[in-house]
């Protein structure tokens, strides 16, 4: 996993701040306990990184309905088991952009188009 470009010190960029995030946090913890897919010893430390330190804006959280957050850390965590174990690991790049802001999780290469692999995208 590869994190970049954190955020400048010299950006025009403002962080926003969800003042009811650690109560979203807190319901994304619920449905995750409650769905069974990220054993219950693991999700504290998974949605601490999804929330702290992963650097979504806050705006993420405000606009997105606990739920959907649960869903993509399910998914986050779905593609880190799938990757495990195989020759070819997935390699999954973090990057953040900043001024109107910015975050892109993706495991290609830019400018390479690969058409071999699990094709996830058309299932």
């Known amino acids: 996993m590869t994190v970049l470009d954190p955020v400048s010190a010299n950006s025009d960029y403002t962080d926003n701040v969800y003042s009811g995030k650690q109560d979203h946090r807190a319901q994304v913890c619920a449905i995750l306990e409650q769905e069974g897919s990220i054993p219950q ?3 504290d430390t998974e949605v601490d990184w ?19 957050v649960a869903s993509h850390l399910t998914s986050l965590y779905g593609s ?12 999954v790049t973090f990057q953040t952009r900043h001024e109107s802001g910015a975050v ?3 495991n290609s290469v830019p400018g390479v188009s690969k058409t071999e692999g699990p094709h996830f995208e058309q299932m």
């Open 41 to 43: 010893h693991l999700i």
């Open 50 to 68: 999804f929330y702290n330190v992963l650097g979504l804006d806050d705006m993420y959280f405000m606009v997105e309905a606990p739920t959907a």
């Open 80 to 91: 880190q088991l799938s990757s495990a174990g195989q020759d070819n690991l997935v390699n």
């Open 104 to 106: 892109f999780i993706h």
